[in-house]
């Protein structure tokens, strides 16, 4: 059981390249999320979804685009990357739950530098 | 979605006990409020979760007062691993986590 894996640990871009950060879970969640993390700062919330072939935005959705296609993996791409969106980018998920709020599980982030 | 203000820093002694306060004034009725643990270069890890009066696990105490305006993790006996930001988070399970700055805890030997 290997909770939640990210693809690739670290990258360099440079500005305008495209890339894709591939999420992937073992848990059978529903949901899913990307975060991104800035020096000193808390995570805010890009994208997340509620189930297979669903996404929703979230605080900071502009620059990214994800996609759903499988219950296991979460896609986030880049289409044109600029140096505004150099930070580690997280990966959770977790279950629906029908009452409390959801115990969200994290992978271990990737590192994306735009140069 | 409920807006939760917390120290930005904390500093403690190894072995006494850290209480980390967090206020959430415009708590709704369906939200809990749970906390989250981050170390250095690694993502959150939940701690604990309530929604009313004292829950208690293996890590960590959290209280909440009857109004749930407020809320109080404990750590006790804390030790140098300890070391790192914390998170309080408001929301039921139809809202998305909103992670603000946290508490950055030092533990100092």
């Known amino acids: 059981n290997a909770g939640v894996t990210q693809t690739p640990k670290f990258r360099v871009l440079k500005t305008g390249q495209s890339m894709t950060l591939l999420c992937a879970q073992d848990m059978n969640h529903e949901y899913m999320y990307w975060y991104r993390q800035d020096p000193g700062m808390g995570l805010r919330l890009i994208h997340y979804s509620v189930g297979e072939g669903t996404t929703a935005k979230g605080e900071v959705p502009d620059g990214y685009n994800v996609s759903r296609l499988k219950k296991q993996n979460f896609l986030l791409g880049l289409e044109s990357a600029a140096p505004s969106q150099t930070s580690v980018y997280f990966c959770?998920?977790?279950?629906?739950?029908?009452?409390?709020?959801?115990?969200?599980?994290f992978g271990p982030g990737t590192r994306l530098t735009v140069t | 979605l409920a807006k939760t203000t917390q120290p930005i820093s904390m500093d403690s002694y190894e072995g006494q006990e850290v209480n980390i306060t967090c206020s959430h004034n415009?708590?709704?009725?369906?939200?809990?409020i749970t906390w989250y643990q981050q170390f250095p270069s690694q993502g959150p890890r939940f701690i604990i979760q309530g929604y009313k009066t004292k829950v208690t696990n293996e890590v960590a105490s959290l209280f909440i007062p009857a109004d749930r305006k407020s809320s109080t993790l404990s750590l006790p006996r804390v030790s140098l691993s300890d070391t790192a930001v914390y998170y309080c988070l408001v929301g039921d399970r139809n809202t998305p986590l909103v992670f603000g700055k946290g508490t950055r805890l030092s533990v100092i030997a």
């Open positions: 959770a998920s977790s279950h629906r739950t029908e009452t409390a709020s959801y115990e969200q599980y």
């Open positions: 415009n708590i709704a009725t369906n939200d809990y």
